[in-house]
């Protein structure tokens, strides 16, 4: 309930600050194409359950009719408002709404397609528990995820090869240690990571460390290497396809 009363304050605070950035975007994204500013994009939330999480548009109309879900940096259907609105993460904060709904919170697992789903663990199906957030560990650590997928001949699987093992891992994790001042650390360093995504490392890894979280974990989120392919959790094999 306390979450929930944060959630509700800090979203309504956060819209009202939000608001002289998100309608100029808005009007900027109408007028490129005369089409709706927003893109909802349906997700799978706690339980489960599919709900319709909101952004601001940042890729031509019909982009997910190409059956691609993960976005590199070099796709061809990021606009060029888009490619501005991407890297100031500017549509996310449109899912501001969402969490003063009910349907996120302001930290928590980032949510997944239903075919990213679909290849849950039986480990990975805790993190349908909980109710997706905005930020969370991962979000900090894969912030450049376009960047990740750029050049990959398929990026979907790239994405179940390289990030997904340890964005779960992560998920896992939040899931565990939960609580309201490990939530304002994340904010903060959320934030931070916009000015300084590798401050914003420094913070994630004193947190795993501080909660004595595996050193594989730690060593990864350090980002100081280049991703390879890892098997989810609850898995010993690296995912060589993704669901139909």
């Known amino acids: 309930m306390l979450k929930r009363i944060v959630d509700f304050t800090l979203a309504t605070?956060?819209?009202?600050?939000?608001?002289?950035?998100?309608?100029?975007?808005?009007?900027a994204v109408f007028l490129q194409d005369y089409h709706s500013p927003f893109y909802v994009a349906p997700r799978v939330g706690r339980n489960g359950k599919i709900f319709k999480m909101i952004k601001i548009r940042s890729m031509v109309i019909n982009a997910d009719k190409s059956g691609v879900d993960s976005t590199s940096n070099d796709?061809?259907?990021?606009?060029?408002?888009?490619?501005?609105?991407?890297?100031?993460?500017?549509?996310?904060?449109?899912?501001?709404?969402?969490?003063?709904?009910?349907?996120?919170?302001?930290?928590?697992?980032?949510?997944?397609?239903?075919?990213?789903?679909?290849?849950?663990?039986?480990?990975?199906?805790?993190?349908?528990?909980?109710?997706?957030?905005?930020?969370?560990?991962?979000?900090i650590v894969f912030s450049d995820e376009g960047a990740i997928l750029e050049g990959r001949p398929d990026p979907d699987l790239s994405y179940n090869q390289l990030i997904r093992p340890f964005k779960s891992r992560l998920a896992l994790i939040y899931i565990e240690k939960r609580s309201l001042l490990l939530d304002f650390k994340l904010i903060y360093l959320t934030v931070v990571a916009i000015l300084s995504k590798q401050k914003a490392l420094l913070g994630i890894n004193q947190i795993l460390r501080d909660l004595n979280i595996d050193p594989l974990v730690i060593e990864v989120c350090k980002r100081e290497k280049p991703l390879t392919p890892y098997p989810p959790p609850g898995a010993t094999e690296i995912v060589l396809k993704r669901a139909s």
């Open 13 to 27: 605070i956060g819209l009202l600050i939000t608001s002289p950035v998100l309608v100029p975007v808005m009007i």
């Open 75 to 139: 796709d061809k259907r990021i606009t060029a408002v888009g490619r501005f609105i991407r890297n100031y993460k500017i549509d996310e904060l449109s899912q501001l709404i969402n969490v003063f709904t009910g349907d996120m919170s302001l930290v928590g697992p980032r949510p997944n397609v239903s075919r990213d789903v679909a290849l849950y663990t039986e480990a990975e199906r805790k993190i349908l528990t909980v109710k997706p957030g905005i930020t969370d560990l991962s979000s």
